[in-house]
């Protein structure tokens, strides 16, 4: 992981996840002749992702896997807080249920309890790459209201 520490999700499930394992794999030289990945000078999550929407299975693969991982880390988490619904945002987002479907199997698969409790959706945040800083935004703007004098 890019901050130093082992298995982290950000490793495993996310923009710059999927465009590493990609890199990997075709260094490998696991990149099919037909992908539309071939050729590419740099693999990175978006270029991914676009040929999976345009159908590339080697990049469908990609994503499968990332999304495996981005359930299991779902599961962990469900499991030890018990949330109503869980939101995922990020830039990976933008390849929808590509990576959502196989992340939302490999969650329900780890789910404990799962004949006792409802499981929580599992959905994509609807703000994507701006969700961290339009937080950002809406915590600047509080505290500046907070300074305000009150009337």
Request: with cysteine; proline share 5%; charged share 15%.
């Amino acid at each position: 992981c890019p901050c130093g520490n082992t298995g982290c999700l950000e490793a495993l499930a996310s923009g710059s996840a999927i465009g590493r394992l990609a890199t990997e794999a075709a260094a490998a030289g696991q990149l099919p002749p037909d992908s539309a990945l071939r050729g590419q000078l740099e693999l990175t999550g978006k270029s991914v992702t676009l040929a999976a929407q345009a159908g590339d299975e080697f990049a469908i693969g990609i994503l499968e896997t990332c999304g495996f991982w981005l359930g299991v880390g779902i599961a962990t988490l469900v499991n030890a807080l018990d949330p109503e619904l869980v939101v995922v945002g990020g830039g990976a987002m933008q390849a929808g249920d590509l990576l959502l479907e196989p992340a939302r199997t490999s969650f329900l698969d780890r789910l404990e309890g799962r004949g006792h409790r409802a499981a929580p959706d599992v959905v994509a945040a609807h703000l994507g790459d701006h969700a961290g800083m339009i937080g950002a935004a809406l915590l600047a703007l509080d505290a500046a209201a907070d300074r305000l004098p009150r009337t």
